[in-house]
């Protein structure tokens, strides 16, 4: 059983700066047999990617998204225009909850989803909602949904906000589904933004199948984060005796720089083009 993830599309560009980057995330996932596209970026250049990298579109099993922002989901409707079979469809049930950020006292700039359920109905898109807190993918893979609040640094973020008939209400991200793929070096936990908080999915995860966690790929969301939140995360982390940190996307520099200095070898930074084989 082997896992293999290609990084389609993320921040910074690929080594030989032959691929399209930008603000955003997308992963090819192999596992089981199966075929899974986590998150599609906010352009669609992915697709441009993937035919770069020799990465056929065409039969995937599965595309999730992480959370219903345009920097994860962007990119869905491009490719169902030029990706004529489209595979089931999963997110969690909160998903087409419409997003915002607060950019001034009282200005809302939406930052969700370009497309609604009812586009899903038009294309006769399989859609599955998650519900459960856990539910199983493949033989080896999981997916983690409503995930708790563990610790006291990774506080919400008063700049995203979710629009209820006319009213905005704080952000709790209840929508945010992780991936995690069991291996037989330990669990390794994709995660697309961690907006509720890297550390209070990891927690979260290990509670429910109690099993080592081997490596952390994906956004960590520590791009805003001060010196004691990302120092915080890191010694839970290093209690979590991962392996092997591959962040991405809203990291942030010194967040980047902090793992770096920490994890040494252990570390890497997973940017566009990038293949990750466990």
Do not use: W
């Not at 065409?58 to 219903?68: E, K």
């Amino acid at each position: 059983m082997e896992l293999r993830i290609t990084t389609l599309i993320e921040n910074n560009p690929d080594d030989q700066n032959k691929l399209h980057y930008e603000h955003g995330l997308s992963l090819l996932i192999e596992i089981d047999g199966k075929r899974i596209l986590f998150d599609t970026g906010q352009s669609g250049d992915f697709i441009q990617n993937s035919n770069k990298l020799n990465q056929d579109l065409t039969n995937l099993d599965y595309l999730l998204l992480s959370h219903g922002h345009y920097d994860h989901s962007g990119g869905f409707q491009k490719f169902v225009k030029e990706i004529h079979k489209v595979p089931q469809l999963i997110v969690g049930e909160e998903f087409f909850k419409p997003k915002y950020k607060k950019v001034s006292q009282n200005e809302y700039k939406f930052n969700g989803n370009s497309f609604d359920e009812e586009f899903i109905e038009q294309k006769n898109i399989n859609l599955k909602k998650v519900y459960d807190e856990m539910e199983n993918l493949t033989e080896h893979t999981f997916i983690f949904h409503h995930f708790r609040r563990n610790n006291d640094f990774e506080q919400r973020n008063s700049k995203f906000f979710i629009k209820v008939n006319s009213s905005y209400i704080p952000d709790d991200f209840d929508d945010e589904i992780s991936l995690g793929i069991k291996t037989h070096k330990g669990l390794v936990v994709i995660v697309g933004c961690s907006h509720i908080g890297v550390i209070n999915i990891l927690g979260t995860i290990y509670e429910k199948v109690k099993m080592p966690i081997y490596a952390v790929i994906g956004g960590t969301h520590l791009v805003e984060a001060d010196e004691v939140r990302i120092q915080k995360t890191i010694e839970a982390m290093r209690n979590f005796n991962i392996q092997k940190v591959a962040v991405s996307h809203c990291t942030g520099e010194e967040g980047i720089r902090c793992f770096r200095q920490e994890f040494k070898e252990q570390f890497f930074y997973n940017n566009t083009g990038r293949i990750i084989e466990i």
